[in-house]
């Protein structure tokens, strides 16, 4: 199939991008999408062109690393798929697709589509984990947890941090991806010691890093690879509020 | 002598002593006020917090909103009624109580102006540039312009207190209830007021407006206060629209009615001013 690309070129973090128009020509329908990338890259290359820079790794959909968002939907609009899942066979012949990077002011672009998102790190730095004794390996039934809690906080673990729910949202809110990470452990009993400090913690990371606010409406929801509810954004407003009375008269 | 520096000594302590425990006192209570304030200025500062203070703030206008139009809804009673009501709420409290209400409902909205405001402001710094095409895949249209319904509904309220509440228009200002008239005549000046088509049509327009606003603003609310959940999240959606819908319905039949005739003043004249009701009186005296 031949597909005329509009892709978004910048040579640095602080040069000026524009979009560039490429022809991608003969490209398999059971290529995946980064396939599709390397064969055009591969092209440009030997023409002693630049290639397109874009983050990728596992090609699995476990890793979280790719990114793009493909005709202003990250990840395109198939639901539930990472953006290394997609196929080329979900487009037409002779279709024009827009490959832009992630936009938030907090995932600035590095080169091309490449996009530093070290924010999310130091998010999951202030609070996204538990202390406990490291040593010998604990029996798996030696904490009783609800099975209903145990397949909510599994939801939530779910997350593998690609960014979409920034790059979707139009105040490029982390709230989801924050909602996830801490109701992953809020939720089980060996997250309950620093609930509060986590709570606050990665609120306080998120807002610093500049992040936008969530408006409630739901573009990272519909576009989270992982499926992610916005169901965590309510709990973890709901543990923002108990932590912010907890410790103001603490 | 020693008896004099002794009680020098003494007065000296005293005055030491004395100034310790002040500049404590003063201490303490910077401390308290650090304490106090500190936590009111991270939570402000905070994306969630500001959030909340809207979804608060909402909410105690969405309750006003249901008053206000049980209260309008008496408009289709009858004259008596809604005067008797609105002479009420002007004389609740010794007069107070209006005042209360109206200081509180500005609090509020003031809050909920300057935190959507600065989010707003926050919201569209953090997502720096656009994309060159842009797609949605389930933002509501009302979700996308609730700054600007919010901003108009304001515009709107102003134009509606100038009108209703302190009356710049002498026509609508004069009116006195003719069954006592030195009390005004809040039934008549509501369907002169609505006579006008422009001022009905503004009247709808803007509800309109805020229909859409509160259709996303009260879903929104409960997920802002955390009361929105699996469970919950359905409900929270259709209490919102149903809500919305209702308010703007009620609020609307008012103009409607009045526009269409079905609201007419009485031969009784709702055209009487205070001034000539009293003359009419004096003559028949």
Known sequence: MNLTLKVWRQAGPESEGSMQTIEAEGISEDASFLEMLDVVNERIVEEGGDPIHFDHDCREGICGACSLTINGVPHSKQQGITTCQLHMRKFRDGDTIWIEPFRARAFPVMKDLMVDRSSFDRIIAAGGYIDVRTGSAVDANSVPIPKEDADSAFDSAACIGCGACVAACKNASAMLFVGAKASHLNKLPQGQVQKDERVLGMVRQMDAEGFGNCTNQYECEAVCPKEISADVIGKLNRDYVAATVKEAVK | ?285
């Open chain 2, 1 to 285: 002598m020693e008896i004099r520096e002794k009680s020098g000594n003494y007065c000296l302590k005293f005055y030491l002593h004395g100034t310790r425990l002040a500049s404590g006192f003063v201490r303490n209570i910077k401390q308290a006020m650090v304490s106090l304030i500190q936590p009111v200025i991270s939570f402000w500062n905070s994306s969630i917090g500001k959030k909340i203070l809207v979804a608060l703030s909402g909410a105690f206008l969405v309750f006003f909103l249901i008053g206000h139009l049980a209260g309008n809804l008496l408009v289709f009673t009858g004259r008596g009624a809604l005067n008797d009501y609105a002479q009420f709420l002007h004389e609740m409290g010794h007069g107070k109580g209006v005042w209360i209400f109206r200081i509180g409902l500005l609090v509020a909205l003031v809050l909920h102006i300057a935190a959507t405001v600065a989010l707003t402001r926050q919201n569209r710094s953090a997502k720096g540039s656009q994309y060159a095409h842009n797609a949605t895949m389930r933002a509501s249209r009302s979700s996308k312009i609730m700054i600007w319904s919010g901003l108009i509904v304001l515009a709107f309220l102003v134009f509606h207190i100038f009108h209703f509440t302190i009356r710049v228009n002498p026509e609508l200002a004069d009116m006195a209830d003719p069954a006592q008239p030195e009390r005004h005549d809040v039934w008549g000046m509501v369907i002169k007021g609505f006579e006008n088509p422009l001022v009905s049509l503004f009247y709808i327009v803007a509800l309109t407006l805020l229909c859409s606003h509160l259709s996303h603003g009260i879903a929104s609310m409960f997920q802002t206060l955390g009361l929105r959940t699996g469970k919950t999240k359905d409900a929270s959606k259709i209490i919102g629209i149903a809500l919305a819908v209702a308010l703007w319905l009620g609020f609307i039949s008012i103009p409607v009615a009045v526009m269409t005739g079905l609201l007419k003043a009485d031969s009784s004249g709702y055209s009487d001013t205070k001034a000539s009701v009293i003359e009419a009186q004096i003559a028949k005296q």
